[in-house]
């Protein structure tokens, strides 16, 4: 995609944000509505689009590139509480969290990608026997086992560091200040990149291969759709439940939910078990969304 196409698609994605007001699951179906993109009109092509929109300019395969909250999504904001709306105020993109589940589904082929070098998997430690998809798969289990990172923690210590090191060669008056400036800076997003990196690897290996059959036990439980039972693969779930501390930042029942339910959309774009857009706008409102009752 050509980076004028590339920006467009970018700020279609936030005008649909504004127009759907304060809500954002609206917002994310509608995604799938609008005529507007530049793409080839189909599921899997307006997957991409949005997928690539979305990304985080910086950590590839996360797509809370563009702000969102969790306005419209069922459930409440409680510890261990129902839906899918996120108890935490830092993580609370949940059109984020959801199409980050659906990109690593739809294209588990990214965690081959070269990040800093290395294939994301490198940076992840797994075991080059396994394939994507289930790489794919136990990164989106473990995030939810394993508390999010603390990405400013990160950048303050690369910071330091950076503007250090570059003050120790002995510079003075506006050259020094520049030069620690710009260390500063470098260091500080090497820094946080890092500490990104390192908690994914943490949460990758925090999901078992027990976890990963609760995961797998829980998506047939849903039923060949499209209309999902969310209750039978709620009960299936419920073992990964016991593994979460809702006290720990980022994690609960709610991103859990929202995870598997990412998956499943994602793997049925994959295997073209969804073909329309409109189809998958519908499929929101009904899994995702608040109902007309229960936002009164």
């Given amino acids: 995609m050509i980076q004028r196409d590339y920006d467009s698609n970018r700020a279609r994605v936030l005008a649909i944000r504004d127009q759907a007001g304060r809500d954002d699951a609206e917002a994310l179906a509608r995604l799938f509505e609008d005529p ?8 899997a092509g307006r997957l991409r689009t949005i997928l690539a929109a979305t990304e ?7 797509h809370t590139g563009l702000p969102f909250s969790d306005r419209g999504f069922r459930g409440d904001r409680m510890r261990g ?7 935490w105020a830092a993580s609370r993109n949940q059109v984020g969290h959801f199409l980050t589940a659906v990109g690593l589904a739809f294209q588990p082929e990214r965690v081959a990608e ?21 790489v794919a798969k136990r990164l989106t289990v473990g995030h939810e086992l394993s508390p999010d990172p603390g990405v400013i923690q990160g950048a303050l210590m690369g910071a330091l560091i950076g503007g250090v090191a570059l003050a120790a060669f002995g510079l003075r008056g506006r ?16 820094g946080a990149l890092a500490q990104q990196y390192l908690v994914f690897y943490r949460q990758y290996h925090r999901a078992t291969t027990t976890d990963m059959e609760t995961f797998d036990r829980a998506l047939p439980a849903f039923g060949p759709g499209p209309a999902l039972d969310q209750d039978a693969a709620e009960a299936a779930l419920r073992p990964l439940f016991d593994k ?5 930042r980022g994690n609960s029942y709610q991103d859990l939910r929202l995870s598997l339910l990412g998956w499943w959309l994602g793997d049925a774009v994959r295997r073209r078990a969804l073909t329309q857009r409109e189809e998958i706008a ?8 608040i109902s007309a009752d229960q936002s009164k």
């Fill in 36 to 43: 507007a993109f530049i793409d080839d009109g189909s599921a």
């Fill in 244 to 248: 979460i501390d809702v006290d720990s």
């Fill in 114 to 134: 070269p990040v800093l070098g290395l294939p994301m998997r490198v940076w992840l430690g797994a075991d080059p026997t396994l394939s994507d998809e289930w």
């Fill in 175 to 190: 050259t020094a200040a520049l030069a620690v400036a710009m260390g500063s800076a470098f260091g500080g997003l090497s």
């Fill in 282 to 289: 519908i499929w929101i409102r009904a899994h995702l969304k």
């Fill in 81 to 87: 509480g129902a839906g899918l709306r996120d108890p």
């Fill in 56 to 62: 985080h300019r910086l950590i590839r395969g996360l």
